[in-house]
Structures are given as structure tokens and as C-alpha cells.
């Protein structure tokens, strides 16, 4: 089932009590993940073929095993960590100097790690994905902060089996996105973010998005050219000391993540204005 068609039956108001920081993210992850539909509490089920937890496909339910298995082994990993130490590495808030708990954001939302769980915006972290993204970070304990010295997927270490899935999932999809925005909807997004745009004669569009405190990406769009046969590209590029607080795979998760999160914003701009000009 498309996620759209499962996005018409929720009430479309964002208000996280599923999990997912917006309606169409916690459609695609009914849709692509067989996440259980009735996390939402006000969903319309009329229609929807419910998948029964019992039988999602055995990959599946063996990665999502894994990865659950990955999260406790992380959260044991990080249960004895000074918080208080690494806040500042991480570009982290500990408040009151409480060991316990840190406060950062994640691609613009505010985020409570504590030793017990993970909570986002004030609700429960269920993605596990970006539980493990995020207890990576955290085990990470910092390093060297960036300096905007920026490099491409290409150009990190062993990255060579990471190069398409980075554009398959994120730059690929990244493109025509932001070809169907005005320059009134990318700012309204960057703002939302926490993210910085900026002019470059070269490109139609930069734009530097801190998907975690140490963890800036930086989104490179060249827009189509029918005239002369160029289509939409987008190229992201990390800080070069990116691989001090992520491997490579958390890494690539991340800008996956954050084209996600981009096209859930975009989606009712899409509909609601008209397109301008970008370039």
C-alpha cells in the first residue's frame, strides 16, 4: 500500500503521539516497514489492509530483531558514560549537570537522551534506525569539531559500497523535490531545520542542515536545464571529520534521513503554492 493512501486515513495534524514527528512519516513506516498502523490512535482503518505483526515477512522481522538486538547492546554501551564530560563534544545541553540526561536537536527537534530511553519532542524515540543513529552519536563522545572543510561520500575511507545507496535514498530523491519548491518554501524549510542557505554562482542552491550538533550536510541542488539536456542533481557533501562521531552506515542513515524529513515538510508546500523560480 502507498503511503499516501494510508496518510488520507490520519488526522494529518503532527501531533507525534505515534512515534513519527509528522503523519507521513508514520504513514511510510506503516507502508515500508509494516510498522503497525494502529500506533496512530486516531487513524480510519476503513479500507487499510492491516498486516498482522505475525506476518510481516521474516527478513524484515529478522532485521527489525537485529536491530532492536543492536539497541540494547548500544544502550549498554552508553549506560556508563559521563554525560555530563561529553555534552559539550557533542554540542550537547546537560542540564543542571544532571549525568543522566542530555538535550539536543536532530534535524531541528529537540531531543531528551537519558540512560534509560530516548524521547523526541517529548515523545518516545520508536524508529529504531534512529535510535541506533542517535546511541551512536552518543558513544561516539565527540572528536574534532567541524570546520567546513567539506567533503563527498567518495572521498571518506572504505565508502565505496555507500556512494549509490547515499544517492538512491537521499540525493536521488532530494532533486525533484526541491525542483517543485519556490525559494518562499526552501527558506520556510531551512527555518524549520535550523538550517543555513546561502548564494553560490555556481549552483542554484545551498543549503547546510545540522542533522545533529556535530553532524552539518550540506545540500548542493543544480536545477534542471531542459535547454540544454541537464536534469535536477543534487550532491550532499559531510564535514571531513564527520567519521569522529559516525560510522559510515549511521552516516549514510542520517542524509537518508534528513531527505525524508525534507520531503515531509515539502509535501503540503507542494500542494498549497505555486511553484517560483529557484535558481
Not at 10 to 34: D, I, R
Not at 127 to 133: G, H, V
Not at 202 to 212: D, H
Not at 252 to 269: C, G, H, K, Q, T
Request: aromatic content about 6%.
Amino acid at each position: 500500500m502507498h503511503p499516501f493512501e494510508i496518510l488520507k486515513q490520519t488526522p494529518k495534524t503532527n501531533c507525534s503521539q505515534c512515534g513519527h514527528p509528522t503523519c507521513l512519516a508514520f504513514a511510510a513506516a506503516v507502508a515500508k516497514t509494516g510498522e503497525d498502523a494502529r500506533r496512530c490512535p486516531f487513524i480510519n482503518l476503513d479500507g487499510l489492509t492491516i498486516t498482522d505483526a505475525m506476518e510481516v515477512d521474516n527478513l524484515d522481522d529478522i532485521s527489525r530483531q537485529q536491530d532492536l538486538a543492536l539497541i540494547e547492546h548500544l544502550k549498554e554501551k552508553t549506560a556508563n558514560l559521563d554525560l555530563n564530560a561529553i555534552a559539550t563534544p557533542l554540542g550537547a545541553e546537560n542540564p543542571k549537570n544532571d549525568n543522566g540526561i542530555l538535550h539536543f536537536k536532530y534535524l531541528g527537534r529537540q531531543v531528551r537522551f537519558s540512560k534509560h530511553d530516548i524521547r523526541m519532542e517529548g515523545v518516545p524515540l520508536v524508529d529504531p534506525r534512529d535510535q541506533i543513529l542517535l546511541y551512536n552519536y552518543i558513544y561516539s563522545c565527540g572528536g574534532r569539531n567541524p570546520d567546513n572543510n567539506w567533503v563527498g561520500m567518495e572521498s571518506l575511507p572504505n565508502s565505496i559500497s555507500k556512494i549509490k545507496t547515499l544517492a538512491r535514498y537521499c540525493e536521488d530523491k532530494l532533486a525533484p523535490c526541491l525542483t517543485s519548491l519556490s525559494r518562499q518554501d526552501i527558506q520556510n524549510i531551512a527555518a524549520q531545520l535550523g538550517a543555513d542557505t546561502e548564494h553560490d554562482p555556481t549552483s542554484s542552491l545551498v543549503m547546510t542542515v545540522p542533522v545533529l550538533p556535530m553532524i552539518p550536510e550540506r545540500i548542493i541542488f543544480w536545477a534542471e536545464e531542459p535547454e540544454d539536456g541537464f536534469t535536477a542533481k543534487v550532491k550532499v557533501l559531510f564535514d571531513q571529520y564527520v567519521l569522529d562521531f559516525l560510522d559510515l552506515e549511521s552516516l549514510v542513515f542520517s542524509a537518508e534521513r534528513m531527505a525524508e524529513y525534507i520531503i515531509d515538510l515539502a509535501a503540503p508546500l507542494t500542494h498549497s503554492s505555486p511553484r517560483q523560480d529557484n535558481q
